[in-house]
Protein backbone atom coordinates (compact mmCIF):
# COMPACT_ATOMS: atom_id res chain seq x y z
CA UNK A 1 0.00 0.00 0.00
CA UNK A 2 1.23 3.78 -0.82
CA UNK A 3 0.61 6.52 0.81
CA UNK A 4 0.43 10.55 0.57
CA UNK A 5 -0.74 13.44 2.27
CA UNK A 6 -4.50 15.03 1.78
CA UNK A 7 -4.99 18.24 -0.26
CA UNK A 8 -3.04 21.38 2.25
CA UNK A 9 -2.98 18.83 5.11
CA UNK A 10 0.41 16.63 7.05
CA UNK A 11 -2.87 13.99 7.15
CA UNK A 12 -1.18 11.00 5.70
CA UNK A 13 -3.95 8.58 3.65
CA UNK A 14 -3.52 5.05 2.23
CA UNK A 15 -3.88 6.00 -1.74
CA UNK A 16 -6.61 3.14 -1.76
CA UNK A 17 -9.53 4.34 0.39
CA UNK A 18 -12.49 1.77 1.74
CA UNK A 19 -15.99 2.40 0.87
CA UNK A 20 -18.55 1.21 2.69
CA UNK A 21 -21.72 3.08 1.03
CA UNK A 22 -23.05 -0.58 0.97
CA UNK A 23 -22.25 -2.10 4.10
CA UNK A 24 -25.63 -3.67 5.66
CA UNK A 25 -27.26 -2.90 2.84
CA UNK A 26 -29.95 -5.55 1.98
CA UNK A 27 -30.15 -6.37 -1.41
CA UNK A 28 -28.15 -7.70 -4.37
CA UNK A 29 -25.81 -5.14 -4.38
CA UNK A 30 -25.20 -5.18 -0.59
CA UNK A 31 -22.97 -6.95 1.55
CA UNK A 32 -24.35 -7.96 5.23
CA UNK A 33 -22.39 -7.16 8.44
CA UNK A 34 -20.43 -10.62 8.88
CA UNK A 35 -18.96 -9.61 5.24
CA UNK A 36 -18.45 -6.13 5.97
CA UNK A 37 -16.62 -6.52 8.93
CA UNK A 38 -14.00 -9.25 7.13
CA UNK A 39 -13.29 -6.55 4.46
CA UNK A 40 -12.21 -3.71 7.06
CA UNK A 41 -9.93 -6.21 8.56
CA UNK A 42 -8.41 -7.47 5.28
CA UNK A 43 -8.17 -3.67 4.06
CA UNK A 44 -6.61 -2.97 7.26
CA UNK A 45 -4.50 -5.67 6.97
CA UNK A 46 -3.03 -5.10 3.58
CA UNK A 47 -1.85 -1.88 5.01
CA UNK A 48 -5.03 0.58 4.20
CA UNK A 49 -5.81 3.58 6.18
CA UNK A 50 -8.08 5.35 4.84
CA UNK A 51 -12.69 3.92 5.43
CA UNK A 52 -15.33 6.60 4.02
CA UNK A 53 -18.87 6.22 5.00
CA UNK A 54 -21.46 9.37 5.27
CA UNK A 55 -24.59 9.04 7.66
CA UNK A 56 -27.11 8.65 4.79
CA UNK A 57 -25.76 5.54 3.92
CA UNK A 58 -27.82 2.92 4.76
CA UNK A 59 -29.63 5.26 6.97
CA UNK A 60 -26.54 5.29 9.29
CA UNK A 61 -26.35 1.41 8.90
CA UNK A 62 -22.85 1.95 7.12
CA UNK A 63 -21.34 4.15 9.96
CA UNK A 64 -22.56 1.82 12.65
CA UNK A 65 -21.27 -1.00 11.47
CA UNK A 66 -17.80 0.84 10.92
CA UNK A 67 -18.08 1.99 14.23
CA UNK A 68 -18.27 -1.52 15.91
CA UNK A 69 -15.59 -2.97 13.63
CA UNK A 70 -12.68 -0.26 14.15
CA UNK A 71 -13.24 -1.04 17.91
CA UNK A 72 -11.19 -3.89 17.53
CA UNK A 73 -8.34 -2.04 15.68
CA UNK A 74 -6.28 0.97 16.83
CA UNK A 75 -8.40 3.83 16.64
CA UNK A 76 -5.22 6.30 15.89
CA UNK A 77 -4.22 4.39 12.80
CA UNK A 78 -7.40 4.78 11.12
CA UNK A 79 -8.57 7.94 8.76
CA UNK A 80 -12.38 7.53 9.34
CA UNK A 81 -14.34 9.71 6.83
CA UNK A 82 -18.16 10.61 7.08
CA UNK A 83 -20.16 12.95 5.67
CA UNK A 84 -23.66 15.28 6.38
CA UNK A 85 -26.07 17.09 4.24
CA UNK A 86 -28.72 13.92 2.82
CA UNK A 87 -31.46 13.73 4.30
CA UNK A 88 -31.87 12.11 7.79
CA UNK A 89 -35.35 11.98 8.49
CA UNK A 90 -38.68 14.05 7.10
CA UNK A 91 -38.31 17.42 8.86
CA UNK A 92 -37.51 20.19 6.86
CA UNK A 93 -34.38 20.59 8.74
CA UNK A 94 -33.41 16.89 8.66
CA UNK A 95 -30.99 17.94 5.87
CA UNK A 96 -28.91 20.12 3.77
CA UNK A 97 -25.90 22.79 5.21
CA UNK A 98 -27.37 25.20 7.49
CA UNK A 99 -25.64 25.01 10.86
CA UNK A 100 -27.87 23.30 12.72
CA UNK A 101 -28.47 20.41 10.03
CA UNK A 102 -23.88 20.13 10.68
CA UNK A 103 -24.08 20.21 14.00
CA UNK A 104 -26.52 17.54 14.85
CA UNK A 105 -25.51 15.70 11.83
CA UNK A 106 -22.06 15.74 13.17
CA UNK A 107 -23.26 14.89 16.86
CA UNK A 108 -25.29 11.96 15.54
CA UNK A 109 -22.52 10.52 13.24
CA UNK A 110 -20.20 10.49 16.51
CA UNK A 111 -22.58 8.20 18.46
CA UNK A 112 -23.38 5.82 15.29
CA UNK A 113 -19.52 5.45 15.06
CA UNK A 114 -18.72 5.61 18.88
CA UNK A 115 -15.62 7.63 18.42
CA UNK A 116 -14.54 11.33 19.76
CA UNK A 117 -13.35 12.93 16.81
CA UNK A 118 -14.65 12.15 13.09
CA UNK A 119 -10.90 12.90 10.93
CA UNK A 120 -12.24 13.98 7.71
CA UNK A 121 -15.68 15.25 7.80
CA UNK A 122 -17.44 15.81 4.18
CA UNK A 123 -20.17 18.32 3.14
CA UNK A 124 -21.88 15.72 1.16
CA UNK A 125 -23.74 18.25 -1.87
CA UNK A 126 -24.18 21.86 -2.48
CA UNK A 127 -27.24 23.39 -0.49
CA UNK A 128 -29.15 25.76 -2.47
CA UNK A 129 -30.92 27.06 0.78
CA UNK A 130 -28.14 27.48 3.12
CA UNK A 131 -25.69 31.06 2.70
CA UNK A 132 -22.13 29.34 2.40
CA UNK A 133 -20.66 31.59 5.03
CA UNK A 134 -23.26 29.87 7.18
CA UNK A 135 -22.16 26.50 6.20
CA UNK A 136 -18.32 27.42 6.36
CA UNK A 137 -18.49 28.93 10.24
CA UNK A 138 -20.32 25.99 11.51
CA UNK A 139 -17.72 23.46 10.16
CA UNK A 140 -14.73 25.80 11.59
CA UNK A 141 -16.66 25.90 14.93
CA UNK A 142 -16.82 21.78 14.50
CA UNK A 143 -13.05 21.67 14.22
CA UNK A 144 -12.41 24.50 16.84
CA UNK A 145 -14.73 21.91 19.32
CA UNK A 146 -12.17 18.87 18.23
CA UNK A 147 -14.90 17.27 16.85
CA UNK A 148 -13.60 16.69 13.62
CA UNK A 149 -10.29 17.34 12.53
CA UNK A 150 -10.22 18.21 8.76
CA UNK A 151 -13.05 19.13 6.13
CA UNK A 152 -13.82 18.13 2.92
CA UNK A 153 -16.25 18.81 0.08
CA UNK A 154 -17.95 16.69 -2.42
CA UNK A 155 -20.80 17.42 -5.40
CA UNK A 156 -20.14 21.07 -5.45
CA UNK A 157 -19.70 22.73 -9.17
CA UNK A 158 -16.19 24.39 -9.53
CA UNK A 159 -17.39 27.94 -8.73
CA UNK A 160 -19.25 27.09 -5.65
CA UNK A 161 -15.58 24.81 -4.69
CA UNK A 162 -13.74 27.92 -5.56
CA UNK A 163 -15.92 30.50 -3.52
CA UNK A 164 -15.86 28.08 -0.31
CA UNK A 165 -12.16 28.29 -0.72
CA UNK A 166 -11.66 32.06 -0.69
CA UNK A 167 -14.39 32.48 2.17
CA UNK A 168 -12.13 30.16 4.15
CA UNK A 169 -9.38 32.09 3.05
CA UNK A 170 -10.49 35.30 3.96
CA UNK A 171 -12.37 34.74 6.72
CA UNK A 172 -9.65 31.96 8.32
CA UNK A 173 -11.89 29.39 8.39
CA UNK A 174 -10.37 26.28 8.09
CA UNK A 175 -10.03 24.90 4.16
CA UNK A 176 -11.09 21.77 2.76
CA UNK A 177 -8.28 19.82 2.10
CA UNK A 178 -10.03 16.60 0.10
CA UNK A 179 -12.70 16.53 -2.75
CA UNK A 180 -14.38 13.90 -3.46
CA UNK A 181 -15.87 13.35 -7.18
CA UNK A 182 -16.72 10.86 -9.85
CA UNK A 183 -14.38 9.84 -11.48
CA UNK A 184 -13.17 7.21 -13.92
CA UNK A 185 -12.39 6.31 -17.77
CA UNK A 186 -15.81 6.33 -18.07
CA UNK A 187 -16.61 9.50 -16.30
CA UNK A 188 -13.87 12.60 -17.07
CA UNK A 189 -16.59 15.37 -17.25
CA UNK A 190 -14.54 16.77 -13.93
CA UNK A 191 -11.18 16.90 -16.02
CA UNK A 192 -12.61 20.20 -17.88
CA UNK A 193 -12.29 22.53 -14.55
CA UNK A 194 -11.83 20.62 -11.83
CA UNK A 195 -8.66 18.58 -12.16
CA UNK A 196 -6.91 22.10 -12.50
CA UNK A 197 -8.65 23.51 -9.79
CA UNK A 198 -7.82 20.23 -7.53
CA UNK A 199 -4.02 21.16 -8.29
CA UNK A 200 -4.24 24.91 -8.07
CA UNK A 201 -5.63 25.16 -4.99
CA UNK A 202 -4.05 21.81 -3.34
CA UNK A 203 -6.60 19.88 -2.78
CA UNK A 204 -6.54 16.09 -2.90
CA UNK A 205 -9.31 14.30 -4.98
CA UNK A 206 -10.34 11.20 -3.76
CA UNK A 207 -12.36 9.47 -6.49
CA UNK A 208 -15.69 8.08 -5.75
CA UNK A 209 -17.12 5.49 -8.66
CA UNK A 210 -13.34 4.78 -10.37
CA UNK A 211 -15.25 1.83 -12.06
CA UNK A 212 -17.97 3.39 -13.10
CA UNK A 213 -20.47 1.32 -10.92
CA UNK A 214 -19.26 -1.87 -11.82
CA UNK A 215 -18.81 -1.25 -15.60
CA UNK A 216 -14.64 -1.10 -16.04
CA UNK A 217 -14.84 -4.84 -13.97
CA UNK A 218 -15.10 -6.27 -17.67
CA UNK A 219 -18.01 -8.68 -16.78
CA UNK A 220 -20.74 -6.98 -18.39
CA UNK A 221 -20.94 -7.73 -22.76
CA UNK A 222 -22.04 -5.37 -25.80
CA UNK A 223 -25.91 -6.07 -25.77
CA UNK A 224 -26.65 -7.77 -22.45
CA UNK A 225 -28.54 -6.33 -20.08
CA UNK A 226 -27.29 -6.68 -16.64
CA UNK A 227 -29.22 -9.44 -14.14
CA UNK A 228 -26.87 -8.67 -10.92
CA UNK A 229 -24.44 -6.79 -9.23
CA UNK A 230 -24.73 -2.52 -8.79
CA UNK A 231 -25.66 -1.13 -12.05
CA UNK A 232 -28.68 -4.29 -12.33
CA UNK A 233 -30.74 -2.37 -9.67
CA UNK A 234 -29.45 1.89 -10.37
CA UNK A 235 -32.07 3.91 -10.84
CA UNK A 236 -32.39 5.16 -14.47
CA UNK A 237 -31.27 8.49 -12.84
CA UNK A 238 -28.42 7.85 -11.35
CA UNK A 239 -25.28 8.75 -12.57
CA UNK A 240 -23.86 4.96 -12.77
CA UNK A 241 -27.27 3.84 -14.43
CA UNK A 242 -27.01 0.77 -17.32
CA UNK A 243 -27.99 3.15 -20.13
CA UNK A 244 -25.42 5.86 -19.49
CA UNK A 245 -22.65 2.95 -19.27
CA UNK A 246 -24.09 1.03 -22.53
CA UNK A 247 -22.80 3.33 -25.11
CA UNK A 248 -20.29 2.86 -27.90
CA UNK A 249 -18.01 5.37 -26.58
CA UNK A 250 -17.92 2.80 -23.26
CA UNK A 251 -17.20 0.11 -25.15
CA UNK A 252 -14.35 0.97 -26.84
CA UNK A 253 -12.78 2.38 -23.91
CA UNK A 254 -13.64 -1.35 -22.41
CA UNK A 255 -11.53 -3.09 -25.55
CA UNK A 256 -8.89 -0.90 -24.78
CA UNK A 257 -8.72 -1.55 -20.85
CA UNK A 258 -9.13 -5.56 -22.36
CA UNK A 259 -6.02 -5.49 -24.00
CA UNK A 260 -3.62 -3.91 -21.52
CA UNK A 261 -5.27 -6.28 -18.70
CA UNK A 262 -4.17 -8.94 -20.75
CA UNK A 263 -0.93 -8.18 -21.45
CA UNK A 264 -0.38 -6.94 -18.07
CA UNK A 265 -1.74 -10.55 -16.46
CA UNK A 266 -4.14 -8.53 -14.53
CA UNK A 267 -8.09 -7.58 -13.96
CA UNK A 268 -9.85 -5.09 -15.99
CA UNK A 269 -10.60 -3.47 -12.45
CA UNK A 270 -6.39 -3.35 -11.44
CA UNK A 271 -6.00 -1.56 -14.92
CA UNK A 272 -8.96 0.89 -13.88
CA UNK A 273 -7.82 1.68 -11.02
CA UNK A 274 -3.86 2.08 -11.65
CA UNK A 275 -4.96 4.39 -14.45
CA UNK A 276 -6.73 7.03 -11.89
CA UNK A 277 -3.73 6.72 -9.49
CA UNK A 278 -1.41 7.97 -12.19
CA UNK A 279 -3.46 11.21 -12.12
CA UNK A 280 -1.71 13.66 -10.09
CA UNK A 281 -4.33 15.57 -8.90
CA UNK A 282 -5.95 12.48 -7.45
CA UNK A 283 -4.64 11.60 -4.08
CA UNK A 284 -6.69 8.17 -3.00
CA UNK A 285 -9.48 6.34 -4.80
CA UNK A 286 -12.42 4.90 -2.91
CA UNK A 287 -13.23 1.23 -3.68
CA UNK A 288 -16.26 -0.11 -2.72
CA UNK A 289 -15.90 -3.95 -2.95
CA UNK A 290 -18.88 -6.12 -2.18
CA UNK A 291 -16.72 -9.44 -1.53
CA UNK A 292 -14.24 -10.69 -0.38
CA UNK A 293 -12.94 -11.51 -3.96
CA UNK A 294 -13.41 -8.02 -5.22
CA UNK A 295 -11.63 -6.37 -2.73
CA UNK A 296 -8.16 -8.49 -2.94
CA UNK A 297 -8.50 -7.85 -6.75
CA UNK A 298 -9.17 -4.08 -6.48
CA UNK A 299 -6.04 -3.60 -3.23
CA UNK A 300 -4.16 -5.74 -6.61
CA UNK A 301 -3.57 -2.17 -7.85
CA UNK A 302 -1.78 -0.60 -5.24
CA UNK A 303 1.24 -1.06 -6.73
CA UNK A 304 0.66 -1.70 -10.34
CA UNK A 305 1.66 1.12 -12.65
CA UNK A 306 1.21 1.63 -16.45
CA UNK A 307 3.65 2.63 -19.07
CA UNK A 308 3.30 5.82 -20.69
CA UNK A 309 2.05 4.01 -24.00
CA UNK A 310 -0.75 2.17 -21.96
CA UNK A 311 -1.57 5.78 -20.23
CA UNK A 312 -1.71 7.59 -23.84
CA UNK A 313 -4.04 4.90 -25.06
CA UNK A 314 -6.54 4.80 -22.33
CA UNK A 315 -6.28 8.39 -22.55
CA UNK A 316 -6.95 8.78 -25.90
CA UNK A 317 -9.67 6.13 -26.35
CA UNK A 318 -11.91 7.58 -23.15
CA UNK A 319 -10.98 11.24 -24.33
CA UNK A 320 -14.37 13.74 -24.00
CA UNK A 321 -15.47 16.60 -26.27
CA UNK A 322 -13.88 19.74 -24.39
CA UNK A 323 -16.57 22.07 -25.24
CA UNK A 324 -16.64 25.49 -25.38
CA UNK A 325 -14.78 27.51 -24.03
CA UNK A 326 -12.07 24.83 -23.18
CA UNK A 327 -11.00 23.90 -26.93
CA UNK A 328 -10.64 27.61 -27.64
CA UNK A 329 -8.19 28.30 -24.83
CA UNK A 330 -6.44 25.66 -26.12
CA UNK A 331 -6.69 26.54 -29.75
CA UNK A 332 -6.06 30.24 -29.16
CA UNK A 333 -4.40 30.99 -25.55
CA UNK A 334 -0.55 29.53 -25.47
CA UNK A 335 1.53 32.76 -24.79
CA UNK A 336 5.55 31.48 -24.11
CA UNK A 337 8.35 34.21 -23.96
CA UNK A 338 11.09 32.21 -26.07
Not at 34 to 51: L, P, Q, R, V
Not at 317 to 325: D, K, M, R, W
Request: with cysteine; aromatic share 8%.
Amino acid sequence: MKFQTLGQSGLVISRLCLGTMIFGEQNARGADEKTSAAMIDAYIEAGGNFIDTADVYVGGVSEEIVGRVLKKHKRSQIVLATKVRMPMGNGPNDLGLSRKHIIEGCEASLKRLDVETIDLYYVHLWDPLTPLEETLRALDDLVAAGKVRYIGVSNFKAWQLMKALSLSDCMGYSRFIAAQYQHSLVTRDIEREFSELFIEENVGEVVWGPLGGGFLSGKYKKGDKPKEGRISITPNHAEEAWQRRSIEHNWKILDALGEIAEARGASYSQIALAWLLAKPEVASIIIGARTMAQLHDNLGAADLELTEEEMTQLHTVSQIEQGYPYRMIEAYGARNLD
